[in-house]
């Protein structure tokens, strides 16, 4: 059973920089498409960036000039750099993964079949 287990957030002033890390476990992790999505209060979960199982990269319009996607698949893990962080970034951002096999990034949340736990994003004005 292929489990997501997320690291990485935490407090940080506007301005400032984090980078969340999930780690994937399985041997499949190479053919899987990453998403990271985030939930803030009262909101719904929203697609934030995802790389493709060929690392074709997808991003909000909002995060796409501060927010960078990677994977290392020797490593089973998949990294959201975070910088310029705003207070509207606050949230709890999760990793997710799509199976489907697609070489392109899908948005939303219903075609991924695999989440974490989530980790907690604040950034403070």
């Known amino acids: 059973q292929v489990q997501l287990v997320e690291s990485g957030g935490g407090l940080v002033q506007a301005g400032g920089s984090l980078r969340l890390s999930c780690v994937v476990s399985?041997?499949?992790?190479?053919?899987?498409?990453m998403g990271w999505f985030r939930q803030a209060p009262g909101k719904e979960r929203e697609f934030v960036a995802g790389?493709?199982?060929?690392?074709?990269?997808r991003y909000q319009e909002s995060v796409k000039e501060r927010f960078a996607i990677s994977r290392d698949n020797a490593k089973n893990t998949v990294y959201l750099q975070m910088n310029n962080l705003k207070p509207e970034d606050t949230a709890i951002y999760y990793c997710?993964?799509?199976?489907?096999?697609?070489?392109?990034?899908?948005?939303?949340?219903?075609?991924?079949?695999?989440w974490g736990q989530g980790t907690q994003v604040t950034v403070s004005s």
């Open positions: 399985g041997r499949t992790f190479s053919t899987y498409a």
């Open positions: 790389i493709s199982r060929v690392s074709v990269t």
């Open positions: 997710a993964g799509d199976r489907g096999g697609l070489p392109t990034v899908r948005v939303g949340p219903a075609a991924y079949d695999t």
